[in-house]
T-cell receptor
């Protein structure tokens, strides 16, 4: 089992749709979670951190479910510019001694006009 | 502005060459990371430096040799690489080295081609 897993997609959705991505992780002690987006041939860019109580940033909502060890990202009112690969990142470091930031497998989103 | 700067942006090297990739950040971050990314795959962690000391080596072949000369710089020395090592090499940094790392920031990457 991979340490951090996502549905690879692709997710093909029309403009204006709501789309949700999930990410599961194997280390129940993980404390830090992030969502990144990566455009083709570019570096990953932080979309948002994921907090225990859930958090929202405009059209984007992130949730954490510790019991089931997954995080989610909801995108409302999809725009063409949202087309990208969405990657979850989980700190898999053990014992707090160091950080081990591991990427999920990534989910490709294609928003269609 | 890119807060993590990587050079060179593109590098072509032969299998017998020795070259280095460089990464620099001036945000006072205490953790720095090297990742390797192949096409259509997620970034794979290679090395982690915490407070300028190597804390994680993800079983990376010895032909990749990391170095952290000071808190702002991270190098990746390359020697006797194979064509399958061709990839995008990403450097990242985060504020804290342990516990809650803060938001990791990535450089634009160095595109490496081994011929």
């Amino acid at each position: 089992r991979k340490e951090v897993e996502q549905d690879p997609g692709p997710f093909n959705v029309p403009e204006g749709a709501t789309v949700a991505f999930n990410c599961t992780y194997s280390n129940s002690a993980s404390q830090s979670f992030f969502w990144y987006r990566q455009d083709c041939r570019k570096e990953p860019k932080l979309l948002m951190s994921v907090y225990s109580s859930g958090n929202e940033d405009g059209r984007f909502t992130a949730q954490l479910n510790r019991a089931s060890q997954y995080i989610s990202l909801l995108i409302r009112d999809s725009k063409l510019s949202d087309s990208a690969t969405y990657l979850c990142v989980v700190n898999m470091g053990y014992g707090g001694a160091t950080n081990k930031l591991i990427f999920g497998t990534g989910t490709l989103l294609a928003v269609q006009p | 502005d890119t807060e993590v700067t990587q050079t060179p942006k593109h590098l072509v090297m032969g299998m017998t060459n020795k070259k280095s990739l460089k990464c620099e950040q001036h945000m006072g971050h205490r953790a720095m990371y090297w990742y390797k990314q192949k096409a259509k795959k997620p970034p794979e962690l290679m090395f982690v430096y915490s407070y300028e000391k190597l804390s994680i080596n993800e079983s990376v072949p010895s032909r990749f040799s990391p170095e952290c000369p000071n808190s702002s710089l991270l190098n990746l020395h390359l020697h006797a690489l194979q064509p399958e090592d061709s990839a995008l090499y990403l450097c990242a940094s985060s504020q804290e080295a342990a516990g809650t790392p803060g938001r990791p920031t990535f450089g634009e990457g160095s595109w490496l081609t081994v011929v």
